[in-house]
């Protein structure tokens, strides 16, 4: 099926990509869409057919597990084993924004990210197109949209030169504001841990927790 770009810039581009789109993703089948950090490629968090799809067209495997998007603040307290207080404070102070939080997955959700080792990444992208189709299909497994080991693009035509006809409906809503992966912060363990520094500086972090910057990083 070959692929359409939509203007979402244009009003009535927007209304025919976001239709488009949730078409799609009910269908099982996986998007384009722009995040504030970098495009993503989405797919619906409980399709497991759909996040295999997503997996295949990045040509990547299991051992890295998809993140999930959400569109507001009271949808992770649904996906998690216990919405903690560090959870709380790191969403109160990052969210919508670049800061994904690594966390203990609820134990009844009928999902298959990957090897998660009974965790989940969730983000709340500060995008407002993503947050309406999120809003509109619920929670969905996200990840950067490019070929593994290629760049991640910050345009929907960058994700079309990867992917092509792989994908059927790209969500064009301009340059992505930050070009740059967000953080991601493991809050299972005893102490919160940055894996990867991004979008959100480890200090701004630190000073968000009470915590020195370089605790937090990785050792």
Not at 43 to 58: G, P, S, Y
Not at 111 to 123: E, F, I
Not at 183 to 204: K, M, Y
Request: charge should be negative; proline fraction near 8%; hydrophobic fraction near 40%.
């Amino acid at each position: 099926m070959p692929s359409t770009i939509h203007n979402c810039l244009d009003p009535e581009g927007r209304e025919k990509g976001l239709k488009a789109a949730v078409e799609a993703l009910r269908a099982g089948q996986c998007v384009v869409l722009p995040t504030d950090t970098v495009y993503g490629i989405g797919a619906d968090a409980f399709n497991n057919d759909a996040v295999a799809r997503l997996l295949a067209t990045k040509r990547r495997g299991p051992d890295m597990p998809v993140p999930v998007l959400v569109g507001s603040w009271m949808t992770i307290q649904g996906l998690v084993r216990e919405f903690s207080e560090t959870a709380k404070t790191l969403v109160e102070a990052f969210w919508p924004g670049g800061l994904s939080i690594v966390v203990p997955e609820a134990p009844s959700l009928p999902w298959n990210l990957g090897d998660t080792r009974g965790t989940v990444l969730v983000r709340m992208p500060n995008q407002p197109l993503a947050i309406e189709l999120l809003r509109e299909v619920g929670p969905m497994a996200v990840s950067s949209a490019n070929i593994s080991g290629s760049p991640a693009p910050v345009t929907a035509a960058g994700a079309k030169q990867q992917f092509g006809d792989a994908v059927s409906v790209y969500l064009d809503g301009g340059e992505s504001e930050v070009g740059q992966a967000s953080t991601i912060i493991d809050i299972s363990g005893p102490q919160p841990v940055i894996l990867r520094e991004g979008a959100i500086p480890a200090e701004r972090i630190g000073e968000v927790l009470g915590l020195d910057a370089e605790q937090l990083r990785r050792t």
